[in-house]
């Protein structure tokens, strides 16, 4: 009885929402085109991502102080950014948290620890990385996410005063997504979602999409040596046998049979530079 009681609410809800014109209610969702219901509109979901990441910025030790190493990030992240099927203004930033974490905002900014940095070997991993967090912007996850947490009606309202202020969204608005944010968990779906999408957008910039399975290899054997390092990124972006192995067998697929998983990376040396940086940083 509860059950359908529940049910019947959602559903009017839903109604009373797609009624609103000023409302997105059902729209194409950019990567899969499916018809969904996103009750937050692309400028709203820009204004949210944009007013919460300096909050998270500081949360993770705030941005790493080397102009340097933001430009080589930002470089591999608009060769990502460049092939998303959904056109807002991403951001990549590397802050200073050794512990490994990467997490995307709604409407665009992308953020990598330098622990996770730390933990790769070459470029096409960090590619793997971003383009897995580009692919969780483009299908708009996040905000879906955000939604059932949230509930929808508050999220609605939130995303109305942000996106409709001058000079910023309030501080209590901004202060309840990054704490949503904060303890958002995606479903097995949505990862591997992200995964299959990140290894088109790699492929597409031209990196060897096989860093994907590269990655979450490294990532799942250092949780099973590290497991307490590893907590935070892995209830967030839990790593299994399974998903390597999903991974895998989208790469021997005919679209990307000229891609080999032996070949040697060619960013490797300049990644490697990087992380030589990265990690003379750290000991100051």
Known sequence: MTRCHDVRKQVLLACFFL???ALVGCSANPVTGRRELILVSRDQEIA???EAAPKFEQEFGGRVPNETLQRYVRSVGAKIAATSDWPV??????????????FALPGGPVFITAGLVRRMTNERQLAA????ETAHVAARHSVKQMQKQMGA?????IAGRIGGAEKGGAAADIAKIVATMGTLKYSRDYEYQADAVGIRYAARAGYNPWGMVELLTVLKNLAEREPGTFGEMFQTHPVSLKRVRQAEQILRSGAYARWSPTKRDPGEAR????RRLLEKMLKK
Request: no cysteine; aromatic share 6%; glycine share 4%.
């Open 48 to 50: 949210m991502g944009r």
């Open 271 to 274: 990644f490697m530079r990087m």
């Open 153 to 157: 009606q508050l999220l609605v309202e």
């Open 89 to 102: 203004p991403h951001e990549y930033t590397l802050v200073a948290s050794d512990v490994p974490n990467a």
């Open 129 to 132: 990385v971003l383009a897995h």
């Open 19 to 21: 009624a609103m014109p």
